[in-house]
């Protein structure tokens, strides 16, 4: 095959992006647009790779609606087994963000096109020097081997075998298979000579082909597919780095414009000193992640996905610190990535100002936290190495986080106790090991006892949107505890599969539908939840059998609760209504991070820098209830997901969108993409009220809401509270806020002069018991006082006494707890007696503790029966303590 290029070969990063889209299109694949960072994966935490998006279509819970796909998808990998934050901006192959060129195949070519495709686009299109190239396959795949030498023409040499570096699993059962990789050679001056098995510095990976051919069982064996598939990555980044003949992939187009930007916040120029470029780079490559993950609705956290992105922005931040950079930097960063790159990507053009402000806020908090925690780890470092406590003092005290400690104190040659710092932080490392849930919330019978049914049955036909009762559905499937079962009688709780259903699924936060299947034999099955056994494809209906018996091929009346559904549909809707209401008043900021959509009520859960205020509220509730009140139609219908977005339809969180979408339009106002169940018409929704307003993390917001006779009942209970309160102030409801605050006045009056009762009550009390003090030590019982009295009573006496020790001790005003008070003049404090020693076992023998001044410690607890050793213990502790310091 030739080796010159048709036309010049690409020489921006834009241009290689469209190459390679535009070869495979040629050849009759889809384009398929870059999924979002924030994958229906859970067993990942990011997108890590283009296949991730078609993972449903390779393990079969899904259809793919095309033979043949290609995608430039974006990337993230810095968390769990993907973290490569240590060696970016020192290396030429490890990003935190990355485009990921991929051409897949469903079960339609296989290895020979993949191959010969590959290697055309790479010696033509492309214009690599075939001389240059080195192909590595599995040990065992001989007709890869094959294939690129006799079909494709590489030389034998430079076709290498390797062991498991050549073979990918999807885990450890299920779709696998050998791979195959194409090699650039940097050249002699990187490494020894000899090929990638030899040396992985000099020869750099370009190019992944996976050759899903077997299905791996549980005891380890290789089954062959059926239809085996092809997914292929190829890292933009690194084949840039080659067409542009740079020394580094920073110095490529992808890059250079970051790096300058970098220069320009920091003042430091780039090439002068080589640490300083690490600091750089890193600034750089951060920029892009950051930018993208925001754009796509991660928000900086303290766990999973933001806290990752929350860690991005530190180290880049860091870096700028350590570079001499006195303002903020991350907001210029932005800019220029959305500069750079916003062309291929429109929606960081979208959310531009969005990731501005949020991103420059993150570091504007950073570097106060960076500020004090810098000057405290300069000094430990400067000593020596970091404890545990050292560490945990500067990640609980001061907010600075335990792997920038790690960083720094590497950089300096240092080590960190991190297993003593992990013994300090018991609860927040165990939270930090359950980010993910094995089985996403869905239980029951196996999952590839569903896959079976599904490839049994096909997908479930939902005929809820039209009707509430279908007539003369089939009973498809069932299961009973984890197996799969022809009947189910009297008492049996079970999975029935249906070949169509007018139940809805839980899914894009609204709650699966509830109602009865009945059939003509007398069968009655009440249906407690319904779920989506796979998503999107099989539906399961979770019952209990009441009457009769059910059995597979019956047919069913299938009911679901008509009312509870009215409801769900006006929350639903509603919670769509109640985002446009947002963004009208918080700003186009606000992006969905979470909702619950039930009969009760609604929940949605936003991204906001800061607290709404009750004026904010109300306008909030207004504007949702003018839209209300034009009873205007709501319109929901399927079109192609680049229509409805280019008709500027939201994305709603947790929905997954294929190429045909639903649309929801709620009024003249509100368009979205949703496939829940809806109103007709605004008005059916009803009075909007919103019932609370709270943080649930950094910047997320989380209201909840009620409808229609929801709304009705709370205002109806609100009254009644109001008009009992006005009742047993005898009072109208209207005079209620004077009448409270008048009562406030008499008791804060009344509080006064109790206050001034008891100070003159403690004087006395006090002034008695300075009397009797014997060489300045009081040691004193005084029952039915608060902790707070016992303080003041016990500082009194000290004033009074000069010099010398107060100790007082009694039962609280309920009996139900000991409280002590301690205190040390000051002159005895300077003799080495201090406060919390002498208290420590009197506070012990109660149930308690105390703090650990030497001036004065108030404690106690619940061991009331302790308090005669408590009064014993303090005598004796106070008198040694007191002859000691006299000596």
């Excluded at 920073?250 to 003042?267: G, M, R, S, V």
């Excluded at 907010?399 to 297993?419: N, S, Y």
């Excluded at 796979?534 to 059910?550: D, K, Q, Y």
């Excluded at 139609?633 to 997954?656: M, N, Q, W």
Aim: charged share 25%.
């Amino acid at each position: 095959m030739s080796s010159v290029a048709k036309t010049p070969p690409p020489s921006t990063a834009d241009d290689l992006r469209e190459a390679f889209l535009a070869f495979f299109e040629a050849r009759g694949h889809t384009r398929v647009p870059s999924a979002s960072l924030i994958p229906h994966d859970p067993s990942v935490l990011f997108t890590v790779a283009g296949m991730v998006p078609f993972k449903p279509y390779f393990v079969g819970d899904e259809q793919p609606p095309y033979r043949r796909a290609t995608s430039s998808q974006k990337c993230v990998r810095a968390g769990g087994k993907h973290n490569d934050l240590d060696d970016i901006g020192r290396t030429n192959r490890h990003f935190s963000f990355f485009e990921m060129l991929g051409n897949f195949s469903f079960g339609d070519y296989f290895k020979a096109d993949a191959i010969a495709w590959a290697w055309e686009l790479v010696t033509v299109d492309l214009g690599l020097d075939p001389a240059r190239l080195w192909v590595t396959v599995h040990e065992s795949d001989d007709e890869a081997e094959t294939i690129w030498r006799d079909s494709v023409g590489v030389a034998p040499e430079r076709i290498q075998r390797l062991g498991d570096d050549n073979f990918w699993r999807m885990g450890d059962v299920g779709p696998c298979g050998p791979s195959s990789e194409i090699f650039w050679d940097l050249g002699p001056e990187h490494g020894a000579d000899g090929g990638p098995a030899v040396d992985d510095d000099r020869y750099i990976e370009i190019w992944n082909l996976v050759f899903m051919q077997f299905d791996q069982q549980a005891d380890g064996s290789l089954v062959p597919l059926p239809k085996p598939s092809i997914d292929t990555g190829a890292g933009l980044e690194r084949i840039l780095f080659v067409l542009q003949g740079k020394s580094s992939i920073f110095d490529t187009d992808a890059f250079a414009p970051l790096i300058e930007a970098a220069e320009k916040a920091t003042k430091a120029r780039y090439g002068d000193d080589a640490e300083n470029d690490v600091s750089l780079r890193i600034i750089a490559e951060h920029a892009r992640t950051m930018t993208f993950l925001v754009a796509d609705g991660v928000v900086p956290s303290n766990e999973g996905r933001g806290y990752v992105l929350r860690r991005i922005i530190r180290r880049a931040v860091r870096h700028a610190f350590r570079l001499g950079a006195v303002d903020v930097v991350t907001g210029e960063m932005v800019d220029a990535v959305v500069a750079n790159m916003s062309g291929a990507y429109p929606e960081l053009l979208a959310q531009h100002d969005v990731v501005h402000k949020l991103v420059t806020r993150e570091e504007a908090r950073f570097r106060l936290t960076l500020t004090r925690g810098l000057d405290r780890l300069d000094g430990t470092l400067a000593a020596g190495d970091v404890t545990g406590a050292d560490a945990f003092f500067l990640h609980d005290s001061l907010g600075f986080p335990i792997d920038l400690t790690r960083e720094i104190a590497a950089e300096r040659g240092r080590a960190v106790d991190v297993v003593g710092f992990r013994t300090l932080l018991k609860e927040q490392s165990d939270r930090a090991r359950q980010a993910h849930k094995d089985d996403g919330g869905r239980g029951g019978a196996p999952v590839e006892l569903y896959r079976e049914l599904l490839d049994d049955l096909g997908p479930t036909d939902f005929t809820g949107r039209q009707e509430y009762v279908t007539e003369g559905a089939k009973v498809r499937g069932l299961i009973v505890g984890r197996d799969r079962a022809t009947r189910a009688g009297v008492g049996s709780r079970v999975d029935v599969f249906l070949d169509r259903t007018p139940f809805y699924a839980e899914s894009g936060g609204q709650v699966g539908d509830t109602g009865v299947l009945t059939s003509a034999d007398g069968a009655i099955v009440q249906i407690l939840d319904t779920q989506y056994a796979l998503p999107g494809s099989l539906v399961l209906h979770r019952g209990e059998v009441l009457e009769g018996e059910i059995a597979e091929d019956d047919e069913v009346t299938a009911a679901i609760d008509g009312t509870r559904r009215d409801a769900i549909r006006r929350n639903h809707t509603a919670t769509h209504i109640l985002q446009y209401a947002l963004r009208e008043v918080l700003g186009p900021n606000v992006k969905q991070a979470g909702s619950s959509v039930d009969a009760e009520r609604l929940r949605f859960d936003f991204s906001h820098h800061e607290a709404v205020t009750v004026e904010q509220l109300e306008r909030v509730e207004d504007i949702a209830n003018a839209e209300v009140l034009t009873d205007a139609p709501v319109r929901h219908y399927e079109t192609s997901k680049e229509h409805a977005l280019s008709l500027g339809a939201i994305a709603f969180f947790g929905d997954k969108y294929g190429d045909i979408v639903r649309v929801l339009e709620a009024g003249e106002h509100s368009i979205e993409l949703c496939g829940g169940t809806h109103v007709h018409a605004l008005g059916f929704i009803g009075p909007v009220k919103i019932v609370s307003e709270s943080s649930i993390g950094s910047n997320l917001r989380r209201i909840e809401a009620v409808t229609g006779e929801g709304s009705l009942a709370r205002i109806r209970e609100e009254e009644h509270q109001l008009q009992r309160t006005a009742d047993l102030l005898k009072a109208q409801p209207a005079e209620l806020p004077e009448r409270v605050e008048r009562l406030l006045a008499q008791v804060k009056s009344l509080n006064d002069e109790l206050r001034a009762a008891q100070a003159k009550q403690i004087g006395a009390d006090a002034a008695a018991l300075a009397a009797a003090a014997v060489d300045g030590v009081v040691i004193a019982r005084r029952d039915g006082a608060s902790s707070d009295d016992l303080k003041q009573l016990a500082l009194a006496v000290r004033n009074l006494v000069g010099s010398g020790i107060v100790a007082v001790v009694g039962l609280g005003p309920d009996g139900a707890k000991a409280g002590l008070a301690v205190t040390v003049s000051k002159d005895l404090q300077e003799r080495g007696v201090s406060a919390a020693e002498l208290a420590g076992g009197a506070a012990k023998a109660l149930g308690g503790g105390t703090a650990k001044n030497p001036d004065l410690v108030v404690g106690g607890g619940p061991k009331v029966a302790g308090i005669d050793d408590a009064v014993r213990l303090l005598e004796e502790a106070v008198r040694s303590a007191a002859s000691g310091a006299r000596d």
